[in-house]
């Protein structure tokens, strides 16, 4: 059974803080998503991933970084909190090359003061 | 670019009755088409998929349709009942995107007893 879980499902932040999320899957899968997901606007990728230090930007990825030491972990950054960023957060995982299905985290709601 | 529309945004059916939720794409070349579903304070999980050399699938009460020339794909809902309520999310891939998925807006279902 796939499980992705992520560092915290509610977190608030203030403008201009560094935020930190992390999200873990434990089924050995090459490729790892972060995603925000706001109302009407349905599931926008911010950054993606298909091997460990490697990184490439989605739709949206201004105001956010990635990094991924190691296979099962995907951390993304906020390097400068904005209230704008307030949102639910999901991280997803899918397997290698051909790997459609993707296997959601729980979602963090970030919460920018 | 890549663009997946999806409609309607809240669909509301009673109790038994068939539910369809629609989605366009804007490249001719994608081969795979995914539903999501999301119940409320949870996460996303595939409920349906289907790829570009078969026209319908099903399974159980739900099916997919697609339509390559028109570049349409259809969720359809037979018999609703109340655990049916949730957001659900169409999806592409799209060519040249390996496994990044885009997604269409989302559609609140209600179904009403």
């Known amino acids: 059974d796939v499980k992705v879980t992520q560092s915290s499902r509610y977190l608030v932040k203030r403008t201009g803080e560094k935020v930190f999320l992390e999200c873990v899957q434990d089924?050995?899968?090459?490729?790892m998503f972060w995603y925000r997901q706001d109302p009407g606007l349905g599931l926008r990728l911010i950054y993606f991933s298909y091997d460990v230090k490697m990184k490439e930007k989605g739709d949206i990825p201004e105001g956010y970084s990635v990094s991924r030491e190691k296979k099962e972990r995907f951390s993304l950054i906020l390097e400068s909190a904005s209230t704008n960023q307030t949102s639910m957060y999901l991280c997803?995982?899918?397997f290698g090359s051909g790997g459609y299905e993707q296997f959601f985290g729980p979602g963090t709601r970030l919460t920018v003061l | 670019g890549e663009n997946v529309e999806q409609h309607p945004s809240t669909l509301s059916v009673q109790e038994g009755d068939s539910a369809v939720i629609k989605c366009t794409y804007s490249?001719?070349?994608?081969?795979?088409f995914p539903w999501y579903k999301q119940e409320l304070g949870k996460r996303p999980q595939l409920i349906i998929d289907i790829r570009s050399n078969v026209g319908e699938k099903k399974d159980q009460r739900i099916a997919v349709t697609l339509n390559k020339t028109a570049k349409h794909f259809s969720l359809h809902i037979t018999e609703t009942q109340p655990e049916d309520s949730a957001v659900y999310f169409c999806a592409a891939i799209f060519t040249g995107g390996g496994n990044k998925l885009t997604f269409g807006t989302g559609t609140q279902l209600k179904v009403e007893l």
């Open positions: 997803a995982s899918s």
């Open positions: 490249d001719s070349a994608s081969n795979y």
């Open positions: 089924m050995d899968h090459e490729n």
